[in-house]
């Protein structure tokens, strides 16, 4: 062995390179573990794929595993493999990267990474993962040997001024990385990595399931002998549900799996995998609740799936891969490329995440779409816990508009228990009916008793009874379904028998005078009053035209501090109705007379109540009201 240690100098972008790494880049300590682990992966991988390369290899495969130890008294931390390992020139060109020529380019790449979330895929170089190391330590050590090889090479440095590299003649095949941990600094998140417990709670969280076995010494538990000494156990359970085949997986594995990444007590009501291969590989394995969550419509929700890259965790929620009005679907999606940025925990707004997405999105859609074909039971259970928030999809994904509301069920006149599918009511629409009715409000009782339905009951035109808030929202932004407009029977006018057009145009001239009185008399509250086609029994009912907004509404942006102007409506009146007609005689009689017109504002005020509305002034309603009862005895 003839190269002698040598010691280099860092300049100083890699000083700051350093630096950046240990205080900026990560925001938990505890990562360190898992780069160490990923890397230490990687090189099992590529030892077990050179010796398949290479059948004159000499390496030793038959037990290729991950070892953690530690020395409390020492206080160091070393993870050690038996895989592919590194000559001289490799621990040079891959662990030097941060502190050969270049370095500058290296270090404005980080930083174009994390600050501007560029799109330089740097997670699999060796360099950067390992620097995680001096987060938690004074002074690193690498020994390692290239399988194949008999020199070994000792690497070290305490992450400041200088680094040095020697030859070293004993060193095992595979690579140890010696961390000498500092002190304890709990105010930093700086914890003792000397405990075994907290080791073993890292490697669990971040490395469970790696293809690799992950040991440390085994530990005596409450009712083991003590164990030999030195005896190994592994720590990571290596079973990734998703990388296995289906048929070799238990649904009741699926559902305990479930129950850890979700900490729900329930089973999933539906689980489901998707496996792409190709250029751009990726599994997932997705699972929808069967109760929604308490938090589901709060606002510090937590959303998304759990992400790994080549079964390394990366982070809990995801967000980037489920769209809000998905955000009860729970899961995992493990890729074997992702383009993350240097420290593995910020995602990159690529093609590769944006596919992933469309992929799992037009998934769900389709499970559901499934479900509601060949599981009514389950489907209905769906829909009662998540309806309203898939229905927020109308708004926000305009691409699968058509796919949510292929899967969307609503109350209607049709049935008073079971919601109907938009498919099912287009195809019990009456001859000739070009529009899907609705009607939003409170409550089905509300909506059921509303003076806008009373035509449509009686002609037998079904009705959709939305009750969502979302409801108030999404009617206004989708075109239709299947060809069909939405129509609300509260706005607009409707025109439902083309026979009475002549009848309502005689009515029109007799009560002209009326309408024109009534109009001008209530003008603060209403914008026109005009005979309705839509009442059989009540005497009156207010209307919004085509594109206003709906009470409901108005009041909803109200409440969320937005400032709408006041919108006046338009008051129906129905010419059939007795206290109509008889207004319109006592007009005619006395026009001047003020009990007529405080019994015009008494019918505005009736419908108003009658469609569930606030009146304006309540006690003057009463007050009117009860000298009209009075006059009556």
């Known amino acids: 062995m003839t190269t002698p240690t040598q010691t280099f100098e860092f300049q100083s972008e890699a000083r700051?390179?350093?630096?950046?790494?240990?205080?900026?880049?990560?925001?938990?300590?505890?990562?360190?573990?898992?780069?160490?682990?990923?890397?230490?992966?990687d090189a099992l991988d590529k030892l077990r794929l050179e010796s398949f390369r290479d059948k004159d290899l000499n390496a030793d495969t038959d037990d290729l595993h991950v070892e953690i130890a530690v020395d409390a008294e020492a206080r160091t931390l070393s993870v050690r493999d038996n895989g592919i390992g590194m000559t001289r020139e490799d621990v040079i060109g891959l662990i030097g990267t941060i502190a050969k020529s270049g370095t500058a380019e290296f270090l404005k790449k980080v930083k174009e990474s994390k600050d501007a979330a560029g799109s330089q895929d740097l997670i699999g170089q060796f360099g950067v993962g390992f620097y995680a190391s001096f987060m938690v330590a004074d002074k690193v050590t690498l020994v390692t040997r290239r399988a194949g090889t008999t020199e070994g090479v000792r690497w070290e440095s305490e992450g400041e001024g200088t680094y040095t590299i020697e030859p070293v003649e004993d060193a095992p095949q595979g690579t140890t990385v010696t961390l000498h941990l500092k002190p304890e600094d709990t105010e930093d998140h700086l914890f003792d990595y000397t405990s075994t417990r907290k080791v073993r709670e890292i490697v669990k969280r971040y490395s469970d399931f790696i293809t690799w076995p992950v040991k440390m010494v085994k530990e005596k538990g409450f009712a083991e002998e003590e164990p030999e000494e030195g005896a190994l156990e592994t720590v990571n359970s290596m079973k990734a549900l998703w990388a296995r085949s289906s048929s070799e997986v238990e649904q009741s594995e699926y559902n305990e799996f479930y129950k850890h990444i979700s900490h729900d007590w329930n089973d999933p009501?539906?689980?489901?995998?998707?496996?792409?291969?190709?250029?751009?590989?990726?599994?997932?394995?997705?699972?929808?609740?069967?109760?929604?969550?308490?938090?589901?419509?709060?606002?510090?929700?937590?959303?998304?799936?759990?992400?790994?890259?080549?079964?390394?965790?990366?982070?809990?929620?995801?967000?980037?891969?489920m769209p809000e009005y998905l955000r009860f679907v729970k899961g995992v999606v493990d890729a074997q490329d992702l383009s993350l940025n240097v420290s593995r925990e910020i995602l990159q707004q690529d093609r590769q995440i944006r596919m992933i997405r469309r992929r799992l999105v037009k998934k769900v859609l389709q499970t559901v779409k499934t479900m509601m074909a060949d599981n009514a039971e389950n489907y209905a259970k769906f829909w009662t816990e998540f309806g309203a928030a898939v229905k927020e999809g109308l708004l926000d994904d305009t691409d699968n508009r058509e796919s949510i509301l292929e899967i969307a069920s609503f109350a209607s006149t049709n049935d008073a228990e079971a919601p109907t599918a938009l498919k099912d009511y287009v195809a019990r629409m009456k001859e000739g009916q070009e529009e899907i009715y609705y009607l939003t409000g409170e409550s089905r009782s509300i909506l059921e008793n509303s003076p806008h339905m009373e035509a449509f009951q009686a002609k037998g035109f079904e009705v959709l009874l939305l009750t969502d808030p979302i409801d108030e929202m999404w009617v206004d932004a989708v075109n239709g379904f299947d060809g069909k407009q939405f129509q609300s029977v509260a706005k607009g006018e409707v025109d439902l028998d083309k026979d009475e057009d002549d009848k309502n145009a005689e009515a029109k001239k007799d009560f002209a005078d009326l309408m024109t009185w009534m109009t001008t008399t209530l003008a603060e509250n209403v914008k026109e009053v005009r005979l309705s086609s839509r009442l059989t029994t009540s005497p009156a009912c207010i209307v919004g035209d085509s594109h206003d907004i709906t009470p409901t509404l108005e009041k909803m942006y109200r409440a969320m501090g937005q400032d709408v102007p006041k919108q006046k409506r338009v008051l129906e009146l129905n010419p059939t109705h007795p206290l109509v007609t008889g207004l319109r005689t006592a007009h005619?009689?006395?026009?001047?007379?003020?009990?007529?017109?405080?019994?015009?504002?008494?019918?505005?005020?009736?419908?108003?109540?009658?469609?569930?509305?606030?009146?304006?002034?309540?006690?003057?309603?009463?007050?009117?009201?009860?000298?009209?009862?009075?006059?009556?005895?």
């Open 588 to 633: 005619e009689a006395r026009p001047e007379d003020e009990a007529v017109a405080e019994t015009a504002e008494l019918l505005y005020g009736m419908a108003l109540l009658a469609e569930g509305g606030e009146l304006t002034d309540p006690s003057r309603f009463i007050k009117l009201m009860a000298q009209r009862l009075q006059h009556s005895l």
């Open 269 to 321: 009501l539906e689980t489901f995998r998707i496996q792409a291969e190709g250029t751009f590989e990726y599994q997932a394995l997705l699972f929808i609740p069967a109760q929604a969550p308490l938090d589901l419509f709060m606002r510090e929700r937590k959303r998304g799936v759990q992400l790994y890259v080549k079964r390394v965790f990366i982070m809990d929620d995801c967000e980037a891969l």
């Open 16 to 41: 700051q390179l350093l630096q950046l790494m240990i205080h900026s880049i990560y925001s938990n300590k505890d990562v360190f573990l898992r780069e160490l682990v990923s890397n230490a992966s």
